[in-house]
């Protein structure tokens, strides 16, 4: 279209990342865990030791937001890609949205959400941030309600602002992409695996692997608290969180062995498997003064972070949905408190749900009968 000489281009293409963190056959592994189940409990954690991470208000690091001074639009061109994880029905989707500035001009963005296919409503997020010609910036999370039907096709939106050649800004307001068509999956029916806790068989060799003093680590936890300082906090979790899905890629071990190391050697060579990440992510919990265990299926390995009790847990979940944007945050709970489930080989952010497991009404479930074996992390 040409407007009195100048050339309004507009450009919204949409790119789909399915990241399907749960994959069981790429991630299931022989974990050796005794079938004796009598063998007794080695370890009893003392409610004195258990800590719990701190609460600090994380304000949002936007940028100003222009103000509109040019009627007529200026034009510019993105592209938008999506994460998202396999949403199941009844159930609460959520996605990633990534815009890139493909365009010659500065943009802005001010928010962005979702429009369900049924038109009922939207789901809309609070953003704030100048991407200059080609740049991209991720937005964060975007949550929605699926409903119970085999396929939905939610509409992407982002609100935005683009510079003229004259520095002056023009508010486009609320723009839609194509819609999304994505499968979901059916309800999961709640299993009631067999726990059992610390035998001294795998409390011995996982507690022996667990170094929250080795260099590496200590380099990591320092890096996360430099981030967000002050005493132990829940959005250093977060961080070590995301800086271990970066630095380390997942791989199997071997043919026919089951191959455990410390954390010095995961990171030292950027790749393991589902007990390397645990392992790893129990010692980088550790040397920042947190409380961590290691839970033990049939065939995975994942590690959690103590929180403190049911009272705390509105403040935890409000804390990493400040720092991530809109997501469902899961926990274990037994005698002692909550537990943050912290599975990098699976999830997409801290809090989010493990290899083999799926949300339900009330919480969240195995999706098979497993063993569970807890493995606490003894206080040194």
């Not at 996605?95 to 296919?117: F, Q, S, W």
């Not at 037994?334 to 949300?359: F, I």
């Amino acid at each position: 279209m040409r407007t009195k000489g100048f050339i309004l281009l507009i450009a919204l293409i949409g790119i789909l990342i399915y990241i399907g963190g749960q994959n069981p056959e790429l991630l299931q592994e022989s974990i050796p865990i005794s079938n004796d189940r009598s063998m007794e409990t080695a370890y009893e954690p003392d409610t004195q030791t258990l800590t719990y991470p701190q609460v600090h208000v994380l304000d949002p690091e936007y940028d100003d937001k222009p103000t509109q001074s040019q009627i007529l639009p200026p034009g510019y061109s993105i592209s938008s890609a999506y994460s998202y994880g396999e949403p199941f029905r009844k159930n609460t989707g959520m996605l990633t949205m990534t815009i890139t500035n493909t365009g010659n001009n500065e943009i802005y963005v001010y928010g962005y959400g979702i429009r369900p296919a049924s038109g009922n409503g939207i789901y809309d997020f609070e953003s704030g941030y100048l991407i200059p010609p080609k740049e991209e910036k991720e937005l964060g999370y975007a949550c929605f309600d699926v409903p119970d039907k085999t396929t939905i096709k939610p509409e992407p939106f982002i609100k935005i602002m683009a510079i003229s050649e004259s520095g002056k800004w023009h508010d486009y307001g609320m723009q839609y992409f194509d819609a999304i068509e994505i499968e979901t999956r059916a309800a999961a029916t709640e299993v009631n695996p067999q726990y059992s806790y610390n035998p001294a068989y795998l409390f011995d060799k996982i507690n022996s692997l667990v170094n929250s003093s080795d260099p590496q680590v200590r380099s990591k936890a320092a890096k996360a608290a430099k981030e967000y300082p002050g005493k132990y906090n829940i959005h250093q979790v977060c961080a070590l969180y995301d800086n271990l899905i970066e630095d380390v890629d997942y791989i199997s071990d071997p043919r026919g062995s089951d191959y455990w190391v410390g954390p010095g050697e995961t990171l030292e060579i950027g790749a393991g498997d589902c007990d390397d990440y645990a392992i790893t992510m129990a010692s980088l919990v550790e040397a920042i003064g947190g409380t961590s265990r290691i839970y033990l299926t049939d065939t995975h390995a994942y590690a959690a972070v103590y929180i403190g009790t049911d009272e705390d847990i509105d403040r935890i979940s409000g804390a990493i949905e400040q720092y991530y944007g809109c997501v469902p945050v899961y926990y274990a709970t037994d005698k002692y408190g909550c537990w943050l489930l912290l599975d990098p080989t699976a999830g997409m952010y801290a809090g989010s749900l493990p290899v083999e497991t799926a949300p339900t009404e009330n919480g969240w479930t195995y999706t098979r009968n497993t063993n569970v074996t807890v493995i606490d992390i003894a206080a040194r």
